[in-house]
Nanobody, 120 residues
């Protein structure tokens, strides 16, 4: 059974920093892409950042230069370093990954989310 668990959310003042982590566990054979999405109050879910199993990354324009995605493939973990946070970054952040499990079927998985609140 594969699952993703996020951690690191919390309350921070504008201009502050947080580091989110997402650890994948279970019967994992390999992970292709891992990324972060967020859902702000009253808004649709949006892509924040994604990283392939290589070094390719993709960021939402609104977070470029402030948020940085990284991966530790040995630990099946993806991170999101968030600097210079703005109130509009307030959202529930979800980890997402495409994972090949031990039954050799690739599935898309979601974490349950971690709340980030940025106060002005």
């Amino acid at each position: 059974q594969v699952q993703l668990v996020e951690s690191g959310g919390g309350l921070v003042q504008a201009g502050g920093s947080l580091r989110l982590s997402c650890a994948a566990s279970g019967s994992i054979v390999s992970i292709s892409a891992m990324g972060w999405y967020r859902r702000a109050p009253g808004k649709q879910r949006e892509l924040v950042a994604v990283m392939t199993s290589g070094v390719s990354t993709n960021y939402a324009d609104s977070v470029k230069g402030r948020l940085t995605i990284s991966r530790d493939n040995a630990k099946n973990t993806v991170y999101l370093q968030m600097n210079s946070l703005k109130p509009e970054d307030t959202a529930v952040y979800y980890c997402n990954a495409d994972i090949l499990s031990s039954d050799y079927i690739r599935r898309n998985y979601w974490g349950k989310g971690t709340l980030v609140t940025v106060s002005s």
